[in-house]
């Protein structure tokens, strides 16, 4: 009976070392962990009177030998995650393209210029101008007229479309006009409007009004011819833009004659702008002393081959 209680007692003891050990072992083998202490096991209470067991009487047991608990590496630490930065409500920032450098061998692009559209050039309207005046009465060829002079009771003679226009400086011998075919005294065609003087002082001459365009220029040419005085000749072209009929009138403008070489034809023209739809053209021709021309009868004069051009304005 006393070996029998010894042995569970000696069972109980083994039982709760290797419970120890074991507990240990589980312990080593959690990380970092602080073993649980296991709570004193209250012996359960022995029915009846335990009688102290001498030392002397009990069987020496035999010694335990410890179990080698193998040593467990440490558990590796896994590095700490680096703190992500906390999120923010502002949206980031846009990347900013590369630049790209041109290419060293190709010149930049040259941006297309866009131009306006350019106006169709439109051909200004042809000006209506009024035909030339020439030939016909204005070469003086449409014959002549018989004019009374108011001096000396004489007949003289005026190109048709022409009037005469006069100055006498002395009564008793005043200048006369006549029709010319004399052909080296003739400009063009067969006639020629002469002013003879013979020894005569005075001045004469023929005129006539024409209609024009206000505001278009008109270019006036005649031809005229005369003899050498010893008192020298005056040879005029006269414009009235007003359209007067009146030689000593201030509204005449006289231009000498651009060429005075005597004994050939010489030219004048001039070039007006019209004012009013009237003008008058004027030929005119002083001899201011009664004297020769070298035996010769001295400052005859002839007017032919007139002409009036509109040009526009």
């Not at 002397?56 to 047991?61: I, M, N, R």
């Not at 003679?157 to 029709?179: H, I």
Request: with cysteine; net charge neutral.
């Amino acid at each position: 009976m006393m070996s029998k209680s010894v042995h569970r007692i000696a069972l109980c003891l083994l039982t709760g070392c290797l419970l120890l050990l074991l507990s240990g072992a589980a312990g080593c083998l959690k990380p970092q962990s602080n073993p649980v202490p296991t709570p004193t096991k209250t012996p359960r209470p022995v029915r009846g009177t335990v009688t102290a067991i001498p030392t002397s009487v009990l069987p020496e047991l035999p010694s335990a030998t410890p179990i080698p608990i193998p040593t467990l590496p440490a558990a590796a630490t896994e590095p700490a995650s680096p703190t992500a930065a906390p999120a923010t409500a502002t949206e980031p920032a846009p990347t900013a393209s590369p630049t790209i450098a041109p290419s060293a061998t190709a010149p930049p692009a040259t941006p297309a210029v866009t131009r306006p559209p350019q106006p169709t050039a439109v051909a200004p309207a042809p000006v209506a101008t009024l035909p030339p005046r020439r030939g016909g009465s204005w070469d003086l060829e449409e014959g002549f007229f018989a004019w009374q002079s108011p001096h000396e009771g004489f007949t003289a003679f005026v190109a048709n479309g022409w009037r005469p226009l006069s100055k006498v400086y002395d009564p008793a011998a005043p200048p006369r006009l006549n029709e010319n075919k004399y052909p080296p005294n003739i400009h063009s065609g067969e006639r020629s409007q002469e002013i003879s003087f013979d020894w005569r002082s005075g001045e004469a001459g023929i005129l006539r009004t024409v209609e024009v365009v206000p505001g278009h220029r008109y270019v006036i040419e005649a031809w005229a011819k005369y003899m050498p005085s010893e008192s020298g000749l005056a040879l005029y072209l006269g414009l009235d833009l007003g359209g007067g009929d009146n030689f000593a009138a201030g509204s005449v403008t006289w231009y000498p004659w651009r060429d005075m070489t005597p004994n050939q034809w010489v030219a004048t023209r001039e070039t007006v702008r019209a004012r009013g739809g009237r003008m008058t053209i004027l030929l005119r021709t002083v001899h201011p002393l009664a004297a020769d021309g070298g035996n010769k009868p001295g400052g005859n004069t002839m007017f032919d081959d007139v002409s009036v051009t509109d040009v526009g304005p």
